[in-house]
């Protein structure tokens, strides 16, 4: 069974550009969630995708957004890049959208805004 | 809002030694309980997990309580080893299920 796989695994950008991240769910996982992880922090929800459609949102502005395709893999996509958008992103997938239903993280990308 | 304040580290330790992590939280509903921890260069792992009062969760030789009455999900390992070196997370889950909230993690380095 494949876990989840992000893509990619580094990306450096610098301040006013737009970045694309992926996010390949668990087989049989129709839930993805997206975090962002600052240098020494714990993670922070950005928001959450439940077969294709937006189910939560952190306290994140627009510029973060998001999809969800059929197959239940993700994108995060960020525009208008700041330096402060500069961490590590994590993507976890779940079972579904229960709050019994563990969350299964992915090893991450890690985004430098120059 | 929901919060999880967890015990700043780091925390250094002889190998063979007993851990403890302390972990409180503040929620409203019944939520569910986790700790993840997180190796070098790695994402979050899923260590153990506990859904309701009173329940105890355990893997790899770590284990922590799920206790309503003090809102605590202290994680404890009997003998730690060098391999548990990493951060340690304590989580919980909204009862919509849809976001975890971390505590600022905890780094715990074993030495041999």
């Known amino acids: 069974e494949t876990g989840v796989t992000q893509s990619p695994t580094h990306l450096i950008k610098t301040r006013g550009q737009q970045v694309t991240l992926r996010c390949s769910s668990q087989?049989?996982?129709?839930?993805v969630s997206w975090y962002q992880q600052a240098l020494g922090q714990g993670p922070q929800f950005i928001f959450q995708?439940?077969?294709?459609?937006?189910?939560g949102r952190g306290n994140f502005p627009p510029r973060f957004s998001g999809l969800q395709f059929p197959n239940y893999s993700s994108e995060l996509n960020v525009n208008a890049l700041e330096l402060d958008d500069s961490a590590l992103y994590l993507c976890?997938?779940?079972?579904?959208?229960?709050?019994?239903?563990?969350?299964?993280f992915g090893p991450g990308t890690r985004l430098t805004v120059l | 809002g929901n919060s999880v304040t967890q015990m700043e580290g780091p925390v250094t330790l002889s190998e063979e030694a007993f851990l403890t992590i302390n972990c409180t939280y503040t929620?409203?509903?019944?939520?569910?309980l986790f700790w993840y921890v997180q190796y070098p260069g790695e994402g979050l792992q899923l260590l153990l997990k506990?859904?309701?009062?009173?329940d105890k969760g355990s893997n790899k030789g770590f284990e922590a309580t799920y206790r309503k009455e003090t809102t605590s999900f202290h994680l404890e390992k009997g003998s730690v080893q060098v391999s548990d070196s990493a951060v340690y997370f304590c989580?919980?889950?909204?009862?919509?299920?849809?976001?975890?909230?971390f505590g600022g993690g905890t780094r715990l380095m074993v030495k041999p």
């Open positions: 989580a919980l889950i909204n009862n919509a299920g849809n976001m975890l909230t």
């Open positions: 506990a859904t309701k009062a009173d």
């Open positions: 976890a997938s779940s079972l579904d959208r229960g709050y019994t239903d563990t969350q299964y």
């Open positions: 087989s049989g996982h129709n839930t």
């Open positions: 929620a409203t509903g019944y939520p569910s």
């Open positions: 995708y439940y077969r294709e459609e937006e189910n």
